[in-house]
């Protein structure tokens, strides 16, 4: 079945979508309306459904699958739906909204192998252990989880492949620079976003937890590595695990990012950098991709609105 | 016996002091010198140590309690020690250390009735168990530790007596302002800078801790939250315990200043309002009790160099 | 009669407000309608006039009481009136536009009887005589003015009640800090705002008048203080005069908020903790009076947008 | 007489110079020295007047002019004096410190009669009136203050020379942007640094007098607008007065440079622009002056420690 | 013919314009309407052209010169065209383009004559020779093109206008400061924005070209002087010409606005002011122009949003 | 025979090294001493030579290889030489400045053929002809200048080290991330600094030049690659050419860091994030090769003055 952004301007369908938001707003003729975001794997397009009676209102809500019979339109320079007609998915249809969320585009397999490599490189014994530890815990999450609700990485298993694209080239800095130390450096970036888990509510509807909120995931991969040592009984004022911490809290890079102290080792500076480095790619080559050659992307909030020309050689 | 800052420019003196700092120079001539800083309980004062022999390098080092004779002097504007001769005390001399560090003027009984009364405030019985179990584990320390090594509070008991002072405003805020919380706002203020305690070394010849560094109080305390609800058996992830995380972590106001998260509750706002105020009245009141009226104190660091006048009236 | 604010959602009603605001603007079909804004006591709601006739606009003018049929109904979360039928307020009925305003929930002789007891805090005599002449000549607009047009206490009566507010922390620092001077510190807050009476138009649709934008509240202040010594006959060149001006000078606390000194004693900075506080405490109370427990506020716009969360104990 | 910058590096002589500063301070011998600084109106230089006696001490003090025999050296690169022997001017000889103060070098005649021709260009009668009076009052040290302690204009004169080079600039851009209003543009430069006649001390060991510190030159002009206004009899809430205020209170041009509000006249941005570019040009010249064709200038401190290049051509 | 902006709001009308932007989008009804800006000399007006065929859409694009019949209107204040009918211009009717692009209101000659004029104070050889070569070959364009897309002297023949205002304040200033060196000044003034012949796509319809994005004015105008040199066969290194690109790569004064380098020569410093100072005179200036006395402009982007009020007298 | 920094503290010795400064000052005594800072491959080092004649002032100059004796000594905690004797090294001695001058530690073999391996990695014609023509006209310079004055890779060999290393990061990235254009990345990273061969005066006493100064390296490299086009004859206004220039004229990332144009091609930014991850590993390692395991290093001035702690495993 066709997907939401294979249909062309002007052309009919009628696909399976999720419902990723729907909010009641009333139009000027004093009806009320629904204003629905439809969400495939191949993205996120908004229509309109006027005149909703009170039954529909309470029927289509956020989370449901449904099939969707309509017109792609354009709004403004924007795709949108002009909805025809829609239901909800029934028994023996694919009615599993995982199935319509975005996903990384690596097998969960090769992201699973490529972490247990780069296990095998924290050499460091309380380092090792808390970090299998956490892994272990946190497992299913990782490789689920978005690495964040909007901006880079935002879709399902976002985290672990972010994180995995930074083992990368922490490998190859370790090959270039000897002094770095590998259990900090890999230990590090493995955990460094890993308490989005718990931040972040999950690849459906990504929100923000009240945990997430008060607390940030920075200081809660903290608690989850002081957490880790209590369970495995290793003395958390370690200097290897204190170390450990530090990188974690550090890796933001500066205070006004959220880290609560500056790096003040070089492997929390390099793994600022990686972090950083990273996510610029992901987010710059997102827009490049739906950019012609000779053209400029859109505007890219999260680079200060910049603009990025994609070349035409 | 008289204090090194009764002592009068020129004057001829013979007292016991505590060395804070040594540090071993070369003179023009080649000859090692030793560059001390004493203290009492008046303050402190450097003075130079010429041709000191290996012996004496060894023997006068930072932490001992010498008997000390020499003149009163001035370098540059500032009071200096023009020394004669020294000797350790001895057994049956003043030779305790802690008898020559500046203390807040108040009694340490009259503190711990303020914390016990304050105590009483907190109705929310999570946050109660948690502080009440954390003030007891860190109690010689609160009372003992400095408030910072430098800046305001930077005497022995300074800790307890910032924090107290606190209370005190919040006290007064509570019965103008009934919306606020007393539970996370007395809560919040006792615990706020209780990780300095483990952050600083103690109250002689303050420096910060490895863990202090690379952790900071801030998160210090979150964990020190999060290790006291284990031991007592509490559920960390109560909104009680999470949202007093949250002030702590907050209470510096803004993340340039080391807050992984922004204040997101009233009561850590105001935190940081009584925090902020109570430091600037310590910092200005010391350099104004050293000024005469009509004049304007020196330069102070902390508050962008400003100078403040006191008036003649 | 009901309040605005306390129609239900889809309710039917029929009551008197006061045209807050009235913008005429061209609908799709070409034709004329108004944009209302309608205020009473309990706050101010938009609601749109469609296919207005000329004489209907200028009959519907912003200052004018109306009696209002309509139904209250929710644009985008937001609640706004629809308009059934108005017409102009009649003798006999009440279309003073006083009565439609915003005010502080505490009576004037309250605020009076407060203001009168901070005057005897003022020893120094020239500081006393200033502040009780200026109280004099503005007394009228002191009780009836808003401490704002946006953001904090912007309501009428708002300028006394947050300066009364300020007097009742001053009250307590004097207490807590013996250092301070009662005479600086409770005479500048009782005029630190006081230029308002001149910078802002009134209560009723509150605007900046041309000497308010040109000169700013603080150098107004600044300017009444010196012709109220020419018109008493004290020497303006007095100390006490001129730090009385200073501390209003400076009570912004930095020059990017437009005092064009920074604070240089200590009471000057004092009262700029306790303005921004009790200003900061207005805005977030608000805010959270209309929030659920266990929910954000929306954002709010003079804390960098952050949200506050209302706890659920 | 030679003057102290005219004297090449090693060379003997004995002349007239004032006392600008004379610090008492310790030698490492333990005995007292004098620090002094000299000028004459080619600079100021340094000298240590190595075993001072208290007679001496006594003697030789600030503001005083003294025959001073000694060599011209070098210390790192910055010229001082040795200093050989030293004794008061006596009567007779050119014993007045005027004399020895750096002047403009524009005859007083000459800026009189620039100003004179300035005060036609003002043709709106209460600004003309209120201009004039100020002028009157403040004329003797209208040609003598210098314009700041440091950085620009910083010499005897220098107030009035820095407002007449700005009036000439002001005439062409009259001439070539017809709509400026000249009475707010020429009034405005007359009076906008005119309140250094009270924030600064005088011309000789220029210091900032404490009602400069207290509230600024920038408020203490709008308070002689004020006041002259009403010695004259202008209603002061005339609209003509009120910019005239507004001109100078803004003319920093940022609240951050100290103007309570922003320019909101173009006239009032104009001013700043003129201002800022006179004292820049000033600056620059000045030490541009001491450099030689084909060098960079030291760094300029209030550039942001910029060095300015030179040309050969 | 009427202008655009000559037309009172309420009348019929039937004029030439040339049609700046189309814009197509779609209707609540589903239906395309184009959104049109029409523009003549008097200025830009929005109008809405509903149910448009394909037909229409294809024809009426930007660029394009109409005749156009409609009625004036507003819409929330704003001016715009209601449209009745539209047709295009024919042969023999006013068809061209440039007759509907705003433009500055000095002859051409008479900015011809004063570059001239200008050209002859450039009295060092290889300065004068290379702005006169870069003069002669972008003269078509520098007397056509604006000074930027949108904010200060954005009409046909800005770029030289603004050019030869600032030349005037340079001449001044040359006679006031007789420090400043002609030929850097003058000709740096002169190509200081010559680079925006290459930046900006012309008069009609400004757009940055890619080599504009990518490279900017400023380095732009470097290349232009190092490729004149080599085609005049002048050496690029002379120190001359070295400082002729130093004064127009550092004319932004700050990195932050796109100077590469910061201002190291007396000049460099003084056409950065000048240009700041003609720009802010012609934004003023051009709002002011549209406000009546005893008003404030409407909010200057540029100026951080300041309104600047238009005095009474 | 040893280098300075294998010197034991307190050791005698005599070593052949190179004068890197010598200030001449006045010592108390009123007679003239060198201070000297003397350099060898391991580090620089400073000593004073006391009551020197004006023929030794003459002799022991900067540039000048001496052989020295003294003693390894230290002043505040810093290393310094007390000096016992010295002599100019004569002939047949190593008497080669260039022996004393701190290498990079990688032979110029090396880079060599890791420069000549990179530059196949550039496959679009233009660019690999540019990058060539560039590297030819530069080779000298290019394997010998230091990368920066101060700061990082601040030796001989430095700028084509710190060039190499990127390109081994590079590399890496260009497998990880297939979107990359390699000729872009590794042609941008080949000639990102190499201006500084203009802008730098050499590896020996480095200086920055008269046009280092007045365009910096950024600019030069934009032009160097502007000539190559005319050299070769290549279209300078091709498209690739004009993205080589953007991607060094962007590559430090902001404007206040001197770009003059923001990065707005994916490899301009990837290339800012490898210059300034290279030059901080270079940075940090320097020190903490200096460090002590368990100890933090001094602190680092590039790094705002953070320290950095080198861990005990």
Redesign the interface.
Same mark, same amino acid.
């Given at each position: 079945m066709a997907q939401l952004f294979e249909i062309k301007n002007g052309e009919q369908f009628g696909i399976f979508v999720l419902i990723k938001a729907a909010?009641i707003?009333?139009a000027r003729n004093?009806k009320p309306f629904i204003a629905f975001r439809f969400q495939d794997r191949s993205g996120s397009m908004d229509g309109m459904f006027w005149s909703a009676t009170e039954e529909e209102v309470n029927l289509y809500q956020a989370g449901k699958v449904v099939f969707l019979r309509g017109k792609r339109?354009?709004?403004?320079g924007t795709p949108q739906v002009?909805i025809e007609s829609m239901r909800l998915a029934e028994a023996g249809e694919p009615d599993d909204p995982t199935l319509y969320v975005e996903k990384v585009k690596v097998k969960r397999e090769d992201l699973e192998a490529e972490l247990d490599d780069a296990l095998l490189l924290i050499t460091?014994a309380n380092i090792a252990r808390v970090v299998r530890k956490i892994i272990h815990q946190t497992q299913e999450d990782f490789f689920v989880h978005p690495a964040a609700k909007r901006l880079h990485h935002a879709m399902a298993g976002g985290l672990s492949f972010h994180t995995l /694209?930074m083992v990368?080239?922490a490998r190859?800095?370790l090959s270039?620079?000897p002094?770095l130390?590998p259990? @900090?450096l890999i230990g590090g970036i493995i955990l460094h976003d890993i308490g989005k888990t718990v931040e972040l509510s999950g690849a459906i509807s990504t929100e923000y937890t009240?945990?997430g909120?008060?607390?940030?995931h920075?200081?809660i991969i903290?608690?989850m590595i002081?957490?880790a040592c /209590?369970e495995i009984g290793i003395d958390p004022?370690n200097?290897?695990i204190?170390?450990l911490?530090?990188v974690v @809290?550090a890796h933001h890079g500066k205070?006004?990012?959220?880290?609560?102290?500056?790096?003040?080792?070089?492997e929390a500076?390099?793994i600022h950098?990686i972090d950083?480095?990273d996510a610029?790619?992901n987010m710059?080559?997102e827009v490049?991709d739906k950019t012609e050659p000779g053209e400029?992307t859109s505007q890219i909030f999260a680079l200060?609105r910049?603009?990025?020309?994609k070349?035409?050689?």
């Open positions: 909010d707003r009333t004093g339109d354009t709004y403004q002009k460091e /694209s990368k080239i190859n800095l270039i620079y002094q130390n259990s @900090l009240l945990k909120k008060m607390m940030g920075i200081v903290s608690e002081d957490r /209590s004022e200097e290897s204190l170390l911490k530090h @809290l205070m006004e990012f959220g880290s609560p102290v500056l790096p003040q080792l070089l500076e390099i950098y950083d480095m610029k790619i710059i080559t490049l400029f200060d910049r603009q990025i020309y070349p035409k050689f």
